[in-house]
């Protein structure tokens, strides 16, 4: 009797002889009995697959081992677990297997003795290579139920821990990921209704996601129109694209969950009102999404759709929070700061709208004549070029029609030289005054796309943010005017003081040389005596003049050196008895603050000096945490204040710088019993 290696060398070779037709019949036999195995492949691949594997057979029959078909069924087993194949159907293939090769050889070989004795050995080499692969697959669905288990175990508790998250964008998030982890290199995107186009838009993340196919999916949406994909559960929706970056991925998920790649989970609320979607798959080639790892998902979602409605409440009021701030800030500089520089208005501008609606960049374009200049930008990207014509660019046609535009895809839609080639989408609003635009107000990229709510939203915006350009424009027309009165008043300074002083000084030239050709020396002489008096005084009130216009000392030694400085050149050398006083530690104060004391104590100064007729002066200034006090006190004549013209004496000046600094303001005087004037200016430390 040949021995049991002959005997399956023998069998090798009566199974080659019959190769194809045990080929077709092991197919037809698994496409019969077990259709899951292969619900993919087509006919001709199937043939492939099983001549293969009666070959990689063979050949363990012929060199009497069985190490190549072990290792054919190692790389196999753990897709047949993943795929949801079960060890009894994985046992039944195997012997549908032994039954077409048993068949082959009794096809091939003659009934008698040698063919039972080969017919046997084969079957023993079968309960080999079942203890093989039930031991191999038995492990495997041990530590896949295992495996399951525990997972099944961890994502209960982090559905029940997803209720504590006090951020609705961290458990959106925190959701995302455990739901991806129920898949291997698992993804999940969830979208979420909105509630101004009704349309849905991602808002969490999370998984084994590329960077640049997470940008991609930032631009796609769920919306009535586009590409038909079915959720589970049947419900169809539309997929599109916002932009071009984004249309490939728009493409292509059609396709994944066709191939159960990918699968796309409705979430409902208790009402079965539609939250949003769940959007999961694998980024493992070939991956198939298991009917329990979908009712797992299932029921995730299921018990969190509360948490999700919640969530996406809270972020909705999150945002009209923000933007009520952003409003209420803009409101903020148009009533209370009047005095900001246009250029630090249109700053805030752009940085508030891209605040709101969340933009990478935002630019203000104002009307000149035919075209459009920017006049200011914050955040990346910024226009390439500083004009527009109105007549031919899209900017121009935007603001003749004066209504907020959407661009979704600003490299279609703007041509090149008009936009950066790093904006994927704008924003565009008209900025309205008295019914007539003036300019727009450009933000790029929001990360999902801009949509209804931040139209509506910067509409409101931009009407507070033409108050604000107005009101600053009007404020920068009163300091030119302001700057106007200053040379006006100068001006009657000079021809008062300094101009009737050199006119004198004339005079007495003229009178000292007609003495001195008269031969009256005496006489000459004092009228010089006269002359240089006059020059004298001329020269003090030219430093004076001088000094109001530009002190030095205010950039270089701050509010407390300059005033010391002005009474050092002026008062002292007018015989005025002027001294100052500080309580608490001198601090540098906002330039502009420092500049408008400095202007009301001098000009207190100017009238102890020239009106009052004071012999003694002081100057108390006081720093407190929020405030610097400062009162100016002399001991003139002093004057009533009910008698006192509207504005004289300089005391119109002195109430509109004090009101400029938002500061309190109290003047106290009468006649003989000298005055006191008191400022309390508000300070930010």
């Known amino acids: 009797m040949m021995d049991t290696n002959t005997l399956l060398q023998h069998a090798a070779a009566a199974i080659r002889a019959q190769k194809d037709s045990a080929t077709i019949e092991l197919a037809d036999l698994f496409l019969k009995r077990l259709p899951q195995w292969h619900s993919k492949g087509n006919y001709p691949e199937l043939i492939t697959h099983f001549s293969y594997f009666i070959e990689l057979i063979c050949s363990c029959m012929h060199d009497n081992t069985l190490a190549p078909l072990a290792k054919f069924f190692a790389a196999s087993a753990k897709e047949k677990v993943e795929q949801g194949v079960q060890l009894a159907d994985i046992l039944e293939g195997i012997m549908l297997g032994k039954l077409c090769l048993s068949a082959a050889i009794v096809r091939q070989l003659p009934s008698g003795k040698e063919r039972e004795n080969i017919l046997a050995a084969v079957d023993l080499l079968y309960v080999d290579i079942n203890k093989i692969t039930g031991a191999k697959y038995s492990k495997l669905l041990t530590q896949q139920r295992d495996a399951e288990h525990e997972r099944t175990k961890l994502l209960l508790e982090a559905t029940r821990s997803i209720t504590n998250f006090t951020d609705s964008q961290a458990a959106l998030e925190h959701l995302a990921q455990v739901i991806s982890e129920t898949l291997s290199q698992g993804f999940c995107i969830i979208f979420l209704r909105n509630a101004g186009t009704q349309g849905l838009a991602p808002q969490a993340s999370w998984g084994h996601v590329s960077e640049e196919y997470k940008r991609c999916f930032d631009g796609v949406r769920l919306c009535p129109e586009g590409s038909t994909i079915t959720a589970i559960g049947g419900k169809s929706f539309g997929i599109c694209a916002l932009n071009s970056e984004s249309f490939a991925i728009a493409q292509d998920i059609p396709r994944q969950i066709i191939s159960e790649n990918m699968a796309m989970f409705p979430i409902y609320s208790n009402t079965n009102c539609l939250h949003g979607i769940a959007m999961v798959g694998s980024a493992v080639p070939d991956y198939i999404i298991a009917p329990k790892q979908k009712e797992l998902i299932e029921g995730i979602l299921h018990t969190v759709s509360a948490t999700i409605e919640l969530a996406a409440s809270v972020k909705e009021k ?42 990478t960049g935002s630019s203000i374009l104002l009307k000149d004549g035919e075209y459009l200049r920017h006049s200011c930008g914050t955040g990346f990207p910024q226009p390439p070029i500083s004009t527009f014509p109105i007549a031919t660019s899209k900017y121009g046609e935007i603001l003749q029609q004066g209504n907020a535009t959407i661009i979704k895809d600003v490299q279609k839609e703007i041509p090149e030289d008009q936009r950066s080639d790093k904006i994927r989408t704008m924003l565009v609003v008209p900025l309205i005054e008295c019914g007539k635009p003036i300019g727009l107000l450009l933000i790029s990229n929001k990360e999902s796309g801009f949509d209804f709510i931040d139209k509506n939203i910067m509409e409101l915006f931009a009407s507070q943010a033409s108050m604000a350009l107005r009101n600053a424009t009007l404020a920068e027309q009163s300091d030119k005017l302001v700057v106007a009165e200053e040379r006006q008043r100068l001006g009657r300074e000079l021809h008062d003081s300094v101009t009737q002083a050199l006119y004198a000084v004339t005079l007495c030239a003229d009178a000292a040389s007609r003495s001195m050709s008269l031969g009256k020396e005496k006489v000459a002489t004092e009228q010089l005596h006269a002359l240089r008096g006059m020059a004298q005084q001329a020269m003090r009130d030219m430093r004076s003049l001088i000094f109001d216009l530009h002190p030095p000392e205010l950039k270089n030694e701050g509010l407390v050196g300059a005033i010391q400085a002005r009474m050092n050149s002026v008062e002292i050398r007018s015989g005025l008895n002027a001294n100052i006083i500080v309580d608490g530690t001198e601090r540098r104060l906002a330039h502009s603050t420092e500049e408008e004391m400095f202007r009301i104590a001098i000009e207190a100064l100017s009238n102890a000096t020239k009106h009052s007729h004071a012999h003694n002066v002081s100057v108390s200034l006081a720093y407190k945490p929020d405030y610097v006090s400062m009162s100016i006190t002399d001991d003139g004549k002093g004057f009533a204040l009910d008698q006192l013209p509207t504005g004289g004496m300089g005391l119109r000046n002195i109430r509109e710088r004090a009101n400029k600094l938002h500061a309190t303001l109290q003047i106290d005087s009468t006649k003989n019993n000298g005055t006191i004037i008191s400022l309390v200016v508000p300070v930010n430390c």
């Open 318 to 359: 999150e945002r009209q929070l923000k933007e009520s701030e952003s409003l209420r800030r803009v409101s903020n500089l148009l009533l209370h700061h009047p005095e900001t520089k246009i250029h630090d208005v249109h700053t805030v501008i752009c940085n508030e709208a891209r605040s709101i609606v969340q933009g």
